[in-house]
């Protein structure tokens, strides 16, 4: 099975809080886990990813934490600003990019 | 380095037409991935080119095609037109490095609306 699914669907924050986006996959043949980053008119872009092999990868605000026994991913976004609302997706791959369905993220200044 | 570039940005069209679109990649990416971005079903895969030959595909039906040039750039196409192919189309090129999904750079895409 190659389906990817992301939670929650929207998601509304204070600036300064803690966004937490959660995703599962189902087919243990992925082996890059990225999360992409989407404004308004744009296309896709590269945030953060891991391979299976780690746990945990961080990078400035943004952190993934991974669990490869439950088969479950998410991004922590520390400090949340309004400049960060946004559509964020992950991804899953093997050979091409699965992706879930999407949160909005709404960061209230 | 420039980006991808996706040709037209806006294109509107009516059912039974056939559409056109480029991406042109960034200097030096050798593959190129299509994807059809929708609300309903988000995002999905429509077919990988590397070095002039599909590499992988999704599951969309023949009216979808692509194609892509010796200097990377790539055309896809699709037929007969349908009121769901409305849909924001996203190219998205990676290095040569293995040429594989990880490090790929999208589009701004091209919006087609089918009337």
């Known amino acids: 099975q190659q389906q990817v699914k992301q939670s929650p669907q929207s998601l509304i924050v204070q600036k300064g809080g803690i966004s937490i986006i959660n995703c599962a996959y189902e087919n243990t043949a992925f082996d890059y886990f990225p999360w992409y980053q989407q404004f308004p008119g744009k296309g896709p872009a590269l945030l953060i990813a891991i391979r299976p092999d780690v746990s945990e990868k961080k990078e400035g605000r943004f952190t993934i934490s991974f669990n490869k026994s439950a088969k479950q991913f998410s991004l922590h976004i520390m400090d949340s600003q309004p400049g960060d609302s946004a559509t964020y997706f992950c991804a899953a791959a093997q050979r091409q990019l699965t992706f879930g369905s999407g949160t909005q993220l709404t960061v209230l200044p | 380095k420039a980006g991808v570039t996706q040709t037209p940005r806006y294109l509107i069209k009516t059912r039974g037409q056939q559409v056109t679109l480029s991406c042109s990649p960034i200097s030096g990416h050798r593959s190129v991935s299509w994807y059809q971005q929708t609300p309903g079903q988000g995002l999905q895969f429509l077919f990988e080119y590397f070095s002039e030959t599909q590499r992988n595909k999704g599951n969309f039906p023949g009216r979808f095609s692509g194609r892509q040039f010796s200097n990377s750039r790539s055309e896809m196409n699709v037929s007969t037109l349908e009121l769901g192919d409305s849909a924001l189309y996203l190219c998205?090129?990676?290095?040569?490095?293995?040429?594989?999904?990880?490090?790929?750079?999208f589009g701004p895409g091209t919006r087609l609306t089918v009337l």
């Open positions: 998205a090129s990676s290095p040569p490095t293995g040429g594989g999904p990880d490090t790929q750079y």
